[in-house]
Nanobody, 114 residues
Framework: VQLLESGGGLVQAGGSLRLSCAASGVRLEINAVEWYREAPGKEREQVARISRGGRTEYANSVKGRFTISRDNAQNTVFLQMDSLEPEDTAVYYC?????????WGPGTQVTVSS
C-alpha cells in the first residue's frame, strides 16, 4: 500500500491550492481517508476526513475554506484549499487505516505567504 501526495507549493494569502492523494495497493473508495497537517513546532492535526460512504468532516479552522473529495476512477482523494492563510503553512499528509495497519504518505509542503 502506498499513498503519494502532490500539489503543494508556495501561494500568497487568499490563494488556492488543490492537493492530491493517489493510492496504490488499496481502493480508497472502500476506506475512510484523512488529511492531516503538521506545522513547525506544532503537533500533527487532522484537517479533513471523508468516510467510505462519502461523508465529510473538517477541522473548525478550515471549515468553509477546504473541501475534501474523492475520485474513484482515479483512486485519488483531493483537498481543495481556498482562501489560504499564512496559518495554513504546513506539511500536509494523507492517511488511511486498514485492517492490516495505518498508512501515511510522505507529505507535501504548503507555504502561504502574507
Amino acid at each position: 500500500v502506498q499513498l503519494l501526495e502532490s500539489g503543494g507549493g508556495l501561494v500568497q494569502a487568499g490563494g488556492s491550492l488543490r492537493l492530491s492523494c493517489a493510492a496504490s495497493g488499496v481502493r480508497l473508495e472502500i476506506n475512510a481517508v484523512e488529511w492531516y497537517r503538521e506545522a513547525p513546532g506544532k503537533e500533527r492535526e487532522q484537517v479533513a476526513r471523508i468516510s467510505r460512504g462519502g461523508r465529510t468532516e473538517y477541522a473548525n479552522s478550515v471549515k468553509g475554506r477546504f473541501t475534501i473529495s474523492r475520485d474513484n476512477a482515479q483512486n485519488t482523494v483531493f483537498l481543495q484549499m481556498d482562501s489560504l492563510e499564512p496559518e495554513d503553512t504546513a506539511v500536509y499528509y494523507c492517511f488511511t487505516h486498514l485492517y492490516r495497519g495505518d498508512y501515511w504518505g510522505p507529505g507535501t509542503q504548503v507555504t502561504v505567504s502574507s
